[in-house]
């Protein structure tokens, strides 16, 4: 079992930043792929961003690509996705994710933070 415990987001204008973190603990090494998702009401899942733990591998979606930085502190056992320029349309509900299957599949990944809200506005 891994148990993830997110932290962050909130309100902020476009153009603006905020950094979301993920604790995990539990069984982490049984999942090495942490990944970032996000979620409008009534949609599905959306792949954001991925790193390993072992690795300093990332992968991004296309609208994060350049704007969006995810990281890992292997000693804090936490991630973190950084999010600069934020725009209007990245407002959704952020998840972190655990998984050891692939990288941008929502329904490949074992476990999962609660989620938090971001809202980016004016």
């Known amino acids: 079992q891994v148990q993830l415990v997110q932290s962050g987001g909130g309100l902020v204008q476009p153009g603006g930043s905020l950094r979301l973190s993920c604790t995990a603990s539990?069984?982490?090494?049984?999942?090495?792929?942490l990944g970032w998702f996000r979620q409008a009401p009534g949609k599905e899942r959306d792949f954001v961003a991925a790193?390993?733990?072992?690795?300093?591998?990332?992968y991004y979606a296309d609208f994060a690509e350049g704007r969006f930085t995810i990281s890992t502190d292997n000693a804090k056992n936490t991630v973190y996705l950084q999010m600069n320029n934020l725009r209007p349309e990245d407002t959704n509900i952020y998840y972190c994710?655990?998984?050891?299957?692939?990288?941008?599949?929502?329904?490949?990944?074992?476990?999962w933070g609660q989620g938090t809200q971001v809202t980016v506005s004016s």
């Open positions: 994710a655990a998984g050891n299957r692939t990288i941008v599949v929502a329904r490949t990944y074992d476990y």
């Open positions: 539990g069984r982490t090494f049984s999942s090495p792929i």
């Open positions: 790193i390993m733990w072992s690795k300093n591998n990332t």
